[in-house]
């Protein structure tokens, strides 16, 4: 019996026995077809990791179903990939993600360790496909664009879930978690209004470049990967001293930390998934082969509340799509916002018969004698609604400088629904610095 053929015998085992490894849970909130919720702002992903306690299982999980097959057969060593009829259009994402995997496969038993713990985590792989839906189909043709293999798009499960307000401690963010510094590289804008390592069409644009670059550095998607984990820095200095040592320059051959090391096993099982989802008795959630979303250039001041509404869909929805959008007002400048793609025309059409009709806001920079009460009363706006959507309270104090959102006519309570409906930020806690002195040799 060969190894693979083992490997599936264990993992029928386990489903039927219901082992469940552990993985850290993943953030409430998967998007669910009309509408969905945003999820706050929450620690970013840890995938599975076998042999730690699994959070409790959740029921109503509908996209994705695990069933153990009737009988296993372990004598035959079917291929990892089926045969693509690439005359035929493909039926949904996952047909389409199969006919463009690129990457050498890996096949360790590191690879079968995190796929057990994938498939043994159902509502886990349900609530992040789920989560993903909206997504996939835009990550596949910026992969298809640009010649890169399409097992890329399952990367931000391994980052993030598929969730775009994901959080880590190293204060990465977005779906492709993004460090600030590297987003800044990669021209990701990052202040007060909009952070746009949680923005899905830049992020992904900003990630795949990256991408590109190390795979040009390297020449080998393994080192790349274990790069976008580690950096290129990193990596390149553990080539070097394994290249000193006489050995071998693989990607398997490296000593990596231990999340590097597992890096490229859990997009590998991913991989395994998708291309055989039957193989493990699981039927994947079906995702349309065509655009979720579109995005649109709306007017700068606008409140999100408005922005839905002109849009024909609930502000949960809106505020979603748009996860980089830190204020409840669309920022000034050229700020794009995403929409589902039946809405757009509705937007336009709104937009375009509201008129003066609708409020707008802009930025106001505070003067050396302002107070909350006197700009509000200035703009003729109330002091509760002027504070609450500057994130303020109506005794906050403000400094000379500082910028505030003031309303310029029309009806300015929506922008209190709208602040109202955005996730929490993440508050960081400072980071502890160890302080090293060098000792003083005695004379």
Not at 18 to 27: I, K, N, S
Not at 107 to 122: F, I, T
Not at 197 to 216: C, G, K, M, N, P
Not at 347 to 368: C, E, I, K, M, P
Request: include cysteine.
């Amino acid at each position: 019996m060969t190894r693979t053929c083992l490997v599936r015998l264990l993992l029928a085992v386990a489903l039927a026995t219901g082992l469940r490894p552990g993985l850290a849970e993943e953030p409430e909130g998967g998007f669910n077809s009309p509408a969905f919720s945003a999820p706050a702002a929450e620690p970013a992903q840890a995938p599975p990791e076998p042999g730690s306690e699994a959070p409790p299982a959740e029921a109503g999980g509908t996209g994705l179903s695990i069933a153990v097959p009737a009988t296993l057969d372990v004598t035959d060593d079917l291929p990892r990939v089926p045969t693509v009829d690439l005359t035929n259009d493909a039926i949904d994402i996952w047909d389409r993600i199969r006919r463009g995997f690129g990457m050498p496969d890996l096949d360790n038993d590191d690879v079968e360790r995190q796929q057990l713990a994938y498939l043994s985590n159902p509502d886990y792989l349900d609530r992040s496909f789920e989560r993903g839906r909206p997504f996939l189909y835009h990550i596949v043709a910026e992969l298809e664009a640009r010649g890169m293999p399409t097992e890329l798009a399952l990367l931000p499960m391994v980052e993030s879930a598929y969730n775009p307000r994901a959080y880590s401690r190293a204060r990465a963010a977005g779906l492709w978690q993004f460090i600030p510094s590297t987003g800044k590289v990669f021209n990701l804008e990052q202040n007060p209004w909009v952070d746009e390592r949680r923005d899905v069409v830049a992020s992904t644009a900003a990630a795949l470049d990256y991408l590109q670059y190390i795979y040009e550095m390297h020449g080998d998607w393994q080192l790349a990967l274990a790069s976008y984990n580690w950096g290129e820095g990193a990596v390149a200095r553990a080539l070097r001293k394994n290249d000193e040592q006489g050995k071998p320059l693989e990607y398997t051959h490296l000593r990596l930390p231990r999340e590097t090391r597992n890096y490229v096993p859990k997009l590998q099982a991913l991989k395994n998934i998708v291309a055989r989802p039957e193989l493990y008795g699981i039927e994947l959630p079906y995702v349309a082969n065509k655009s979720y979303f579109e995005t649109v250039d709306s007017p700068p001041g606008l409140d999100l509340a408005t922005a839905a509404s002109f849009a024909g869909i609930p502000l949960e929805e809106f505020v979603a799509l748009n996860p980089a959008l830190k204020r409840p007002i669309i920022p000034e400048g050229t700020q794009p916002i995403v929409l589902p793609a039946e809405s757009v025309e509705t937007f336009r059409a709104n937009l375009a018969l509201s008129g003066d009709a609708v409020a707008r806001w802009r930025s106001y920079t505070a003067q050396g004698k302002d107070s909350l009460r006197s700009v509000a009363s200035r703009f003729g706006v109330s002091l509760p609604v002027l504070a609450e959507v500057n994130g303020l309270s109506p005794t906050s104090r403000i400094k000379a400088g500082q910028k505030l959102l003031v309303p310029v006519g029309g009806n300015a309570e929506e922008a209190v629904r709208a602040a109202r409906a955005l996730p929490d930020e993440p508050k960081l806690k400072p980071r502890k610095v160890r302080k090293r002195y060098r000792k003083r040799s005695k004379q």
